[in-house]
């Protein structure tokens, strides 16, 4: 499909922040060939015109972790205390194939009406969530939680690291999804069982992504056992490198992020998340201070309860102003790279994504400025950050191909995916409300 959209404002997100007011972009088949003016346009008299509206258009969102397969859980025990050990491990026995195939499908369906066009996914099935991404049209990371007991899709405690043994061989050299390896956390997996999540990711060179620093107790385990934080004890089993994703890095001191540096890691920052547990505000202003790759993630629909970057952004700035007392702190411009071509290099896509420039995948998102909460417009970076919201996204392309347009999806059915997801909850609801009883 050869198009292009004009009558935008265009934030390329590249490494000068080039924007055009009134401007355009080509497209011809999956890739970017022309970023400039409006009179652009005329130059491509065949190709297909989106009229853009006066909207924003910018990179399609990158969100860098979360659970796909958990919109069952979501406004499950929101409000309980210690809610992963107490309700969610114990709750995800009920998880099906089946399940977990109609969340993603949800999942996706969501994200994508957010003008979300990549994610970093980790969660079991995830066979079947590869499955519906592709189809969905999405790019993804996409790796198979490996844990210390047994779950929904592994009978034996560990069984992820077989499933990652199949699962990745099948998926590598994908147009849209790469797979990878998910270790649960640092402290649900032994220094062995780590050691061979590492090895195997290494084997077929594909990246590695664990929750890290993100639990007191998780800290307190680390250091009565080995007088180490969990940053240095991942660094002393030698698994930390430029394709690890660590997940939060709350609780990171600054000894950690002095590691994280030095190995190349990048972390996937879910302040949504983190703030509605109680959890704290992840150091993101040290991390970026040192260099460290630092991406936006929602975490799971239940953690977080949105699947919106806008939401992210708009958390993000608020939170980190008020950690640091410092109303200048993270320029809205700083924060939608948070959710751009930061996180595209975070994990290794920018040669594909996260800005507006020729040679690089159409991966696009058009925020319309029709909306009551879109006028005026001063600073158009400030105007995506604190007053766009999800149902501001007209449009959302990857690989060139259209997902969304005019705010209804195009390949995909919102209504049908509740539909479907509500037919497979039955049992599940019953678990949940079982367990919910106890708490």
């Given at each position: 499909?050869?198009?292009?959209?004009?009558?935008?404002?265009?934030?390329?997100?590249?490494?000068?922040?080039?924007?055009?007011?009134?401007?355009?972009?080509?497209?011809?088949?999956?890739?970017?060939?022309?970023?400039?003016?409006?009179?652009?346009?005329?130059?491509?008299?065949?190709?297909?015109?989106?009229?853009?509206?006066?909207?924003?258009?910018?990179?399609?969102?990158?969100?860098?972790?979360?659970?796909?397969?958990?919109?069952?859980?979501?406004?499950?025990?929101d409000d309980c205390p210690d809610r992963l050990r107490r309700l969610l491990f114990p709750l995800e026995a009920a998880m099906t194939r089946e399940l977990v195939r109609a969340s993603a499908r949800y999942a996706c369906c969501e994200m994508l009406l957010a003008g979300t066009t990549t994610i970093v996914d980790m969660y079991f099935f995830e066979g079947e969530i590869a499955k519906v991404v592709k189809e969905a049209g999405m790019r993804a990371l996409l790796g198979e939680t490996v844990i210390d007991f047994p779950v929904c899709d592994a009978p034996a405690p560990y069984g992820g690291l077989d499933y990652a043994a199949r699962f990745i061989p099948e998926w590598l050299g994908d147009e849209l999804i790469t797979p990878m390896i998910a270790p649960h956390g640092t402290n649900t997996n032994s220094p062995e069982k780590i050691m061979e999540a590492w090895?195997?990711?290494?084997?077929?060179?594909?990246?590695?992504?664990?929750?890290?620093?993100?639990?007191?107790?998780?800290?307190?385990?680390?250091?009565?056992?080995?007088?180490?934080?969990?940053?240095?004890?991942?660094?002393?089993?030698?698994?930390?490198?430029?394709?690890?994703?660590?997940?939060?890095?709350?609780?990171?001191?600054?000894?950690?992020?002095?590691?994280?540096?030095?190995?190349?890691?990048?972390?996937?920052?879910?302040?949504?998340?983190?703030?509605?547990?109680?959890?704290?505000?992840?150091?993101?202003?040290?991390?970026?201070?040192?260099?460290?790759?630092?991406?936006?993630?929602?975490?799971?629909?239940?953690?977080?309860?949105?699947?919106?970057?806008?939401?992210?952004?708009?958390?993000?700035?608020?939170?980190?102003?008020?950690?640091?007392?410092?109303?200048?702190?993270?320029?809205?411009?700083?924060?939608?790279?948070?959710?751009?071509?930061?996180?595209?290099?975070?994990?290794?896509?920018?040669?594909?994504?996260?800005?507006?420039?020729?040679?690089?995948?159409?991966?696009?998102?058009?925020?319309?400025?029709?909306?009551?909460?879109?006028?005026?417009?001063?600073?158009?970076?400030?105007?995506?950050?604190?007053?766009?919201?999800?149902?501001?996204?007209?449009?959302?392309?990857?690989?060139?191909?259209?997902?969304?347009?005019?705010?209804?999806?195009?390949?995909?059915?919102?209504?049908?995916?509740?539909?479907?997801?509500?037919?497979?909850?039955?049992?599940?609801?019953?678990?949940?409300?079982?367990?919910?009883?106890?708490?």
């Amino acid at each position: 499909m050869n198009f292009l959209i004009y009558n935008v404002r265009v934030l390329t997100m590249n490494a000068a922040f080039d924007e055009w007011t009134d401007g355009c972009v080509v497209v011809e088949g999956d890739s970017i060939v022309a970023v400039g003016e409006k009179s652009l346009s005329d130059r491509y008299p065949s190709h297909q015109r989106i009229d853009g509206d006066g909207g924003i258009l910018i990179p399609g969102l990158v969100n860098a972790h979360t659970h796909v397969g958990m919109i069952p859980f979501r406004s499950l025990g929101d409000d309980c205390p210690d809610r992963l050990r107490r309700l969610l491990f114990p709750l995800e026995a009920a998880m099906t194939r089946e399940l977990v195939r109609a969340s993603a499908r949800y999942a996706c369906c969501e994200m994508l009406l957010a003008g979300t066009t990549t994610i970093v996914d980790m969660y079991f099935f995830e066979g079947e969530i590869a499955k519906v991404v592709k189809e969905a049209g999405m790019r993804a990371l996409l790796g198979e939680t490996v844990i210390d007991f047994p779950v929904c899709d592994a009978p034996a405690p560990y069984g992820g690291l077989d499933y990652a043994a199949r699962f990745i061989p099948e998926w590598l050299g994908d147009e849209l999804i790469t797979p990878m390896i998910a270790p649960h956390g640092t402290n649900t997996n032994s220094p062995e069982k780590i050691m061979e999540a590492w090895e195997l990711a290494r084997r077929h060179g594909v990246p590695m992504t664990m929750h890290v620093s993100e639990m007191d107790y998780e800290v307190a385990h680390f250091r009565g056992k080995y007088a180490l934080t969990p940053i240095g004890f991942l660094d002393s089993l030698g698994v930390l490198d430029e394709y690890f994703i660590a997940a939060h890095c709350i609780l990171a001191e600054e000894t950690d992020l002095d590691i994280l540096a030095r190995r190349g890691c990048a972390v996937a920052h879910c302040i949504g998340a983190n703030t509605k547990s109680a959890k704290g505000v992840a150091p993101v202003k040290a991390m970026l201070e040192r260099g460290i790759p630092v991406a936006l993630g929602t975490d799971g629909p239940a953690s977080g309860n949105t699947l919106d970057l806008f939401t992210q952004m708009d958390l993000f700035a608020k939170f980190h102003k008020m950690a640091n007392r410092d109303r200048a702190i993270f320029p809205a411009r700083e924060i939608v790279a948070l959710a751009t071509i930061g996180a595209a290099k975070a994990l290794r896509l920018d040669d594909k994504t996260g800005s507006i420039e020729i040679g690089k995948k159409a991966d696009l998102t058009l925020v319309e400025t029709r909306s009551a909460n879109m006028f005026p417009i001063y600073d158009p970076y400030a105007t995506v950050v604190y007053g766009a919201k999800a149902a501001n996204v007209d449009s959302v392309f990857v690989n060139g191909r259209p997902l969304v347009r005019g705010k209804r999806l195009t390949c995909l059915s919102l209504e049908a995916a509740r539909d479907d997801l509500s037919a497979v909850m039955g049992d599940f609801r019953l678990a949940a409300d079982r367990l919910s009883a106890g708490l």
